[in-house]
């Protein structure tokens, strides 16, 4: 019974990361050509016909007629397709034929640039911040830490009552208090104590040092949302291309995940939240 809950567990989930997935291609397909349809008919091109998803032709279902075009929906939604006027397109000018061509990647850099600003306009720009500086672990062999009684997941607020409030502080008192004695507030379990550790004479104590990040949002004002938005856009884009350069090198190709890794992350982003 509890392995058929699982797998009903895992299947479920699965499909709700395919069918989000499948949605979210499509809606963006569909407005990359939303993109192309409007600059070629403002160049004065023709598009015959505009089909959200594939398909056989006798299997689209007509959604009616507009600025010219017949709207189609087709039963597979894995995008969709506008079919210019080969006669229009050839009588077009240069510069109608290249803007259409580059107004479906166009729109693909306006969607985030749309949905950014109206995610910093109605909860404000994300922000992230250190909330506190905790021990993440012990050392496997001899720790100092641990003779003292630390613990992992220990959250260090103050050292000889300085307070701490990002790890290289925690850091740098050990370095520089090098075989002598050095106090640590902590808290565990919601309970207060002070331990004193000697570090060694490097500086040491043997733990790792982790902290916990704090996710809010701060109120900004229309064009500082604009700037926003354009600027965390203009980021996303440099880091992919730079992604993809260093994956071309040869290097992080332990990133590279195939469509299932690829549905289920979408699964856990879409269930996290719309920002």
């Known amino acids: 019974m509890l392995i058929a809950v699982i797998l009903a ?3 479920s989930t699965w499909v709700f990361g395919l069918v989000t997935t499948i949605l979210i291609i499509s809606a963006l397909i569909t407005l990359h050509e939303v993109g192309h349809w409007i600059v070629a008919r403002r160049s004065g091109i023709e598009v015959t016909l505009f089909s959200v998803g594939f398909g056989r032709a006798d299997q ?16 597979f939604p894995l995008g969709g397709f506008i079919k210019p006027d080969e006669k229009s397109y050839a009588k077009a000018s240069f510069f109608g034929r290249a803007a259409t061509l580059a107004a479906g990647p166009g729109m693909n850099l306006l969607i985030p640039v749309v949905l950014l600003f ?12 250190i909330k506190d500086v905790y021990i993440a672990n012990l050392a496997t062999t001899t720790s100092i830490a641990a003779t003292a009684g630390l613990q992992a997941g220990d959250i260090v607020s103050a050292v000889n009552g300085s307070k701490i409030e990002k790890p290289e502080q925690l850091i740098s008192a050990f370095s520089e208090h090098k ?4 106090t640590l507030a902590v808290s565990r379990s919601n309970k207060s104590e002070v331990v004193t550790v000697i570090p060694d004479a490097n500086g040491k104590i043997g733990i790792g040092v982790g902290v916990h990040i704090l996710h809010s949002f701060k109120d900004v004002s229309l064009p500082r949302a ?5 600027s965390q856009t203009s980021s996303m884009v440099v880091d992919t291309v730079a992604g993809y350069a260093t994956l071309f ?15 289920a992350e979408g699964s856990e982003l879409v269930k996290a939240g719309f920002a």
């Open 9 to 11: 567990s895992i299947v």
């Open 60 to 75: 689209a279902k007509m959604l009616g007629h507009f600025w010219g075009t017949e709207f189609q929906l087709r039963p």
């Open 118 to 129: 109206l995610l910093f306009v109605s909860q404000g720009v994300p922000v992230t911040s």
């Open 179 to 182: 075989s002598v004695p050095v």
């Open 226 to 230: 604009a700037m926003e938005a354009v």
């Open 249 to 263: 090198q040869g290097k992080n190709l332990s990133q590279l995940s195939s469509i299932v890794c690829i549905v």
